[in-house]
């Protein structure tokens, strides 16, 4: 089941990316495991897929650590969730990647407690693109205003932007947000080029089609993959 579902994500990611004119081993996919358990994780890496995403640290820690007693130690753990400015501290960890670096304040303090712990944490900047009051992240505007100073901290290596759409019905209404995101970062590219502004994490299940044709290098995928979730 999770390795057809795998398979049938691949070739969706494929086929949206050649229609885009684009090569499809530039789009990562990051299987979002969280509120399914590891034995589906095992499943999945089963069927050749490594990088795994959670949005909850007090989910993501004991995760990480089932992982590594069943010697599961080629995982590459994404985290993708709001971290609460009291927890940056457990957002330091073994993770290749933190989407979700939404506010200066976050930022800070990861960079402090990585220092701290000997580390520099590779991360993106969350962009609240829609301006939906319910989505996290930065608004262009004070990105825009913050971002030579985000570049500036020790602690943290930003590698690009990430964006949550709203859920639309038809997924082409998402298109806008994409493109967007897209424009931003090749704004910051030119005005900061001492950055890495090559990642763009966007699009989910229902809207991944549409976020690669804008040019998405990373997908978030969780209910195509491993089913429905019970939130
Ligand atoms: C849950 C989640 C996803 C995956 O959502 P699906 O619709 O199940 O693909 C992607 N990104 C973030 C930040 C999430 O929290």
Request: aromatic letters at 4%; proline letters at 4%; a neutral charge.
């Amino acid at each position: 089941m999770i390795a057809a579902n795998l398979e049938a994500v691949r070739q969706r990611i494929s086929a949206a990316a050649l229609r885009a004119g684009r090569d499809p081993s530039t789009v990562r996919l990051v299987a979002v495991s969280k509120q399914h358990p590891l034995e589906d994780i095992e499943a999945a890496m089963a069927a050749g897929q490594l990088d795994f995403g959670e949005n909850r640290l007090e989910e993501l820690w004991p995760k990480v650590e089932a992982a590594r007693v069943r010697g599961l130690t080629a995982i590459r753990w994404h985290m993708i969730g709001v971290i609460q400015s009291r927890k940056t501290r457990d957002a330091i960890g073994p993770f290749v990647l933190i989407h979700s670096v939404d506010r200066v304040k976050i930022a800070q303090r990861l960079s402090r407690d990585a220092i701290a712990a000997g580390c520099i944490m590779d991360v993106l900047l969350e962009v609240n693109v829609s301006g939906e009051a319910t989505k996290h992240g930065f608004t262009p505007d004070e990105l825009r205003s913050v971002a030579g100073d985000l570049l500036a901290l020790p602690g943290i290596r930003i590698h690009g932007l990430m964006t949550m759409a709203p859920f639309e019905a038809e997924p082409e209404a998402t298109r806008p947000v994409f493109r967007a995101l897209r424009m931003l970062r090749d704004e910051l590219a030119a005005r900061f080029p001492q950055g890495d502004w090559r990642e763009l994490s966007m699009g989910m299940t229902n809207d991944f089609e549409i976020a690669i044709e804008e040019g998405a290098t990373i997908v978030r995928i969780g209910s195509a993959i491993f089913g429905a979730r019970s939130e």
